[in-house]
């Protein structure tokens, strides 16, 4: 098991729920208005620390690998 900090959990829950809403049967107003939350989530951990910007980039290349 992998041992990550609290903020790279939250960072990749975060994004983890971005993209599962992103699939094909998930579209109404309660899916769109949980992305933005989630987006907002993202950017808000991005916006403190600039080292979470390269956890965000980590985690998103790590799901790209995985597709």
Do not use: F, P
């Not at 900090?5 to 107003?29: F, K, M, N, Q, W």
């Not at 989630?38 to 620390?49: A, I, P």
């Amino acid at each position: 098991m992998q041992h990550t900090t609290c903020t790279e959990d939250r960072i990749y829950h975060a994004l983890e729920r971005c993209l599962h809403g992103l699939s094909r049967d998930a579209v109404s107003s309660r899916w769109a208005a949980g992305l933005c939350l989630n987006c907002w989530s993202l950017q808000e951990l991005v916006s403190r620390d600039a080292g979470n910007y390269l956890i965000l980039v980590e985690k998103i290349l790590s799901k790209a690998k995985e597709v």
